[in-house]
Each structure stands twice: as structure tokens, then as C-alpha cells.
């Protein structure tokens, strides 16, 4: 079933900005101005950061939610990601093996954690009803390795025949970091290793009330030349925005979730069909993530 694009010129710049190589090209790029990155020194120091940063974001001092540790040696990520208690269940980690560079992110927002549950919600309802739970799994904040990195999802479901490495990732970051959340979502679909074939986006503003959900996927290219790219570049394939205006949630429309993609094979079933987060999901997502925020 073919979908119309829709796009914005937000989307369509965002979706054509390099050719597409995964995470090596752009590994340290769209981080907000003046992130702080550090030399590794022990896990105790990252865990101080870590909590630091933490009561930072909620007392409002800082919302910059990335902190950037270098010259992390492989067997003490590994105790980070494995053994050490972490801040909180907000804490997602990005991991590169080669450079042996370390990102965290930091995100103790409820709104952060309203929008993650209730686009999850949407989509587990369905899987439910398609009868696709022995096809799909959810993986929750799964800490993945594709490649030469390791990465937590806010949210994602795998195949069986790939569990626990996901088709479908959900991304969700504030506006003030809008770029970064963009090369999150390139990132889990261009590099090399990955299985991912679906990234969704939300984005929160923090300053109004607007979110901004975005579809991520690979869109194959004819090129005159031959590219050097391992892959073609993700492109952001459809975009619905959300906003509050005279008292009235006003949402662009329903975001739409190819089923090939996702579950791996051709809908073939009666009640199989894409998924599709309705106007009306997403206006009730907006108004429980705004009424946290205090926008309602």
C-alpha cells in the first residue's frame, strides 16, 4: 500500500543533508551548543555527572541533556552498561567501539515519559489486535550493538527471527535538541549492522505546547554515479505536527507505520494492515504531555 509523502521543508532539508553512512559521518554532530565532553577518568565520576546533571535538568539550570565522555576503555563501558546503577531509567546510552566514546542522555522529564507510553500503548494495542504477538516483541530500552556501536532506543519491537535487535525504534528528544534527535534517527537506520527499518521521532517543545512526530526510514535512490555510501541516506518520509491554539488541540493528521517494515513480511491476514497512530492518538497524546507541562 503506497502513502503520500508528507513533508515540510523542515523534513525535506533535514532528510537530504548528506549522503547516508550512519553514525561514523556524523557520531559527534547536533549536540546543543556547549555540551559538555570530558575525558573518561572512573565510573564513579560519570555516575557524579551523571547525577549532577540530573538535578540540573529538573531544577532547570541546564536543558542540555547530553553529557560526552572520551577515552572510555571497552571493559568499563560494559561494567557502566551492565552493572552500575544508572541515575534513573532516563539515562540512554550511545556507544561508539572504535572510538571509545561514550554519550549519555539524560532525560528525567515526565512529558518525556507520557509521549514514549502513549505512542507505545498505540502501538502494542494493535500488534494485539493484528494477532502479530508471536511476531513482534517489545524491547523497551534494550541496549542494542550493530556495528561499531551500542544503543538504547526509548522504545522499539523485533522481529522473532531477530529478536532482541529491533525493526522499529522510537526516538524521543526536546526541541532544543531537535538536530541530535534527527541523527539518532539517520543514525539506527544508516549504519552498518543495523536492523532497524523504521525510526519514529516525537519531539517536545518545552517552551509551548507543539510536538512534532516524524517517520524515518530508508528510501532507495537512482543515482547516476556510484556512491561510496554504505547505505542510501534515511529520509524522513512523513511528519504530523501538533499544536494548541484558542483553546483547540489542532493535530496535521495520522501517522502511518508501513507493516512490511515493521513485522518483515507482507500483511496477508484479514486484520492486517499498516499501523497507523490516528489523529485522534495523537491529539490525546498532546493533551496528556501538555497537561503534564502545565500548558492545559
Aim: charged share 20%; glycine share 6%; proline share 6%.
Amino acid at each position: 500500500m503506497d502513502h503520500p509523502r508528507l513533508s515540510s521543508p523542515q523534513c525535506e532539508s533535514q532528510s537530504d543533508a548528506s549522503s547516508g553512512i550512519g553514525y561514523p559521518a556524523y557520531f559527534l554532530e547536533g549536540f546543543p551548543e556547549g555540551t559538555e565532553i570530558r575525558q573518561f577518568t572512573n565510573i564513579l565520576s560519570v555516575r557524579k555527572r551523571s547525577h549532577d546533571r540530573h538535578i540540573a535538568l529538573l531544577q532547570d539550570k541546564t536543558q542540555n541533556p547530553f553529557l560526552i565522555f572520551t577515552d572510555v576503555p571497552d571493559s568499563e563501558f560494559l561494567k557502566i552498561c551492565e552493572k552500575t546503577p544508572r541515575t534513573s531509567r532516563t539515562t540512554r546510552i550511545l556507544y561508539s567501539w572504535k572510538t571509545h566514546t561514550l554519550i549519555l542522555k539524560i532525560m528525567p522529564y515526565i512529558a518525556h515519559e507520557t509521549a514514549k507510553e502513549e505512542l507505545k500503548l498505540c502501538i502494542g494495542i494493535q500488534i494485539t489486535t493484528m494477532g502479530l504477538g508471536g511476531e513482534l516483541y517489545p524491547i523497551g530500552q534494550t541496549t542494542i550493538r550493530f556495528g561499531d556501536f551500542t544503543k538504547e532506543p526509548d522504545g522499539g519491537w523485533a522481529r522473532l527471527s531477530q529478536n532482541p535487535n529491533p525493526s522499529f525504534v522510537l526516538e524521543i528528544g526536546l526541541s532544543e535538541s531537535s538536530g541530535r534527535l534527527v541523527l539518532d534517527a539517520r543514525g539506527w537506520l544508516e549504519s552498518t549492522g543495523s536492523t532497524v527499518q523504521i525510526a519514529v521521532t516525537i519531539m517536545v517543545n518545552r517552551k509551548k505546547p507543539e510536538i512534532v512526530v516524524q517517520r524515518w526510514e530508508i528510501v532507495p535512490r537512482v543515482y547516476s554515479v556510484r556512491t561510496r555510501a554504505s547505505h542510501p541516506p534515511a529520509s524522513c518520509t512523513q511528519e504530523v505536527r501538533s499544536h494548541y491554539l484558542n483553546q483547540t488541540i489542532l493535530v496535521t493528521g495520522g501517522l502511518v507505520i508501513p507493516f512490511n517494515k515493521v513485522v518483515g513480511r507482507p500483511a496477508n491476514q484479514p486484520l492486517e494492515q499498516d499501523f497507523v497512530i490516528t489523529r485522534q492518538d495523537l491529539e490525546d497524546l498532546s493533551r496528556k504531555v501538555w497537561t503534564v507541562q502545565k500548558f492545559l
